[in-house]
């Protein structure tokens, strides 16, 4: 399967390597979880997490549910205690699933500040990460520095200076042979694919206007006490 658009050439998302399937908004891709890939000593895929909100926690459950020999080893984050909340619900994830042995992470392997990403990296095979997009490409780049698989969340990057920076170490990973993803779910899905081919074909004729809309049920909400006792509202907008 390729996202190589067959009038246009590579489009924005060229250094993808899109071998891969959709579970539940993660791409996992066959080459990124494949124990032959790695020289393990117990043979166990080793993932870490950088980012350990909701998306990092949801990616690193889906990625310990598939049928290859995979292992969590390191988990950090900004904040404690988002890591330790994570923790928990990822426990409390493979329990239902009895896959506890996949969650191999004791206190010493849960990093907190921002040089955690650093540390994550240097015990893993596989990268997730999904911090706040404003962090990725300065953790790509370690990430691909260092030779990791990497599985990154959208959007890559939040200026012209970190989509250059995400394109140079992108550069870098196929010149390394190192498998990179990131999470635009639904530019994998045949159906959609199809209807873009199928709008290349001039099924519809030429389309002089389109609207595009998306439905959700609005950002999170955070009620944060103020100094007086008083609750304010706060909205967040960023992806975790």
């Not at 969590?72 to 909340?85: H, I, P, S, T, Y």
């Not at 490409?137 to 959007?155: L, R, T, W, Y």
């Not at 993803?181 to 639904?186: A, E, S």
Request: charged share 25%.
């Amino acid at each position: 399967m390729s996202t190589k658009n067959k009038k246009t050439g590579f489009d924005r998302r060229r250094f993808v390597r899109t071998s891969a399937a959709v579970t539940g908004g993660l791409l996992l891709v066959p080459e990124l979880l494949s124990a032959k890939a790695f020289n393990s000593v117990d043979d166990a895929i080793k993932v870490g997490v950088i980012g350990c909100g909701g998306r990092g926690r949801g990616a690193a459950i889906q990625a310990l549910s598939t049928s290859q020999n995979v292992k969590l080893v390191a988990m950090g984050d900004a904040f404690a205690d988002r890591v330790e909340n994570s923790h928990k619900q990822i426990e409390k994830a493979m329990t239902a699933k009895q896959k506890t042995d996949r969650l191999d992470v004791p206190k010493e392997r849960r990093f907190v500040g921002f040089d955690a990403y650093q540390k994550v990296i240097a015990l893993c095979d596989v990268v997730i990460l999904a911090t706040p997009p404003g962090f990725r490409p300065d953790h790509f780049a370690a990430a691909v520095a260092a030779g990791k698989q990497i599985f990154m969340e959208k959007p890559v990057a939040t200026d012209a200076i970190g989509v250059r920076k995400v394109l140079e170490a992108a550069a870098i990973a196929k010149q390394k042979k190192l498998n990179v993803v990131v999470g635009l779910q639904r530019h994998y899905e045949n159906v959609y694919q199809q209807w873009v081919e199928k709008l290349h074909e001039g099924v519809i004729g030429d389309i002089t206007m389109s609207s595009v809309y998306w439905n959700n049920e609005g950002v999170w909400v955070k009620k944060t006490k103020c100094a007086t006792g008083t609750t304010s509202t706060g909205f967040v907008a960023t992806i975790s």
